[in-house]
Nanobody
């Protein structure tokens, strides 16, 4: 069974950058659509970005377009989220997730495997 582990969260100031990483535990990693979601206190889990198994297609929430970049390295079973120009409203727990190739990439219910989450806090 695929397992996911996130890393790279932390406390930064507005305007700073962070790079989140997600490591997968099995070689089948490259067959999955991968996504990043986030959940702020008192709010529902929200889509951030997703990337198809080949890396050819990427998807972003409007709130992060132009600031965040999702990427993956299937040879290393890893995925990353480069976050630039961070804002206080980006503060949340960030989760990586894996789903089968034919899922709707922006919908959390399509993803069957989730990491434990990593906290990102952006101070103003």
């Amino acid at each position: 069974q695929l397992q996911l582990v996130e890393s790279g969260g932390g406390l930064v100031q507005a305007g700073d950058s962070l790079r989140l990483s997600c490591a997968g535990s099995r070689r089948a990693f490259n067959y999955y659509t991968m996504g990043w979601f986030r959940q702020a206190p008192g709010k529902e889990r929200a889509f951030v970005a997703a990337i198809t198994w080949s890396g050819d297609n990427t998807y972003y929430a409007d709130s992060v377009k132009g600031r965040f970049t999702i990427s993956r390295d299937n040879a290393k079973n890893t995925m990353a989220l480069q976050m630039n120009s961070l804002k206080p409203e980006d503060t949340a727990v960030y989760y990586c997730a894996a789903g089968f190739a034919n899922i709707a990439p922006t919908v959390p219910t399509g993803y069957g495997t989730w990491g434990q989450g990593t906290q990102v806090t952006v101070s103003s």
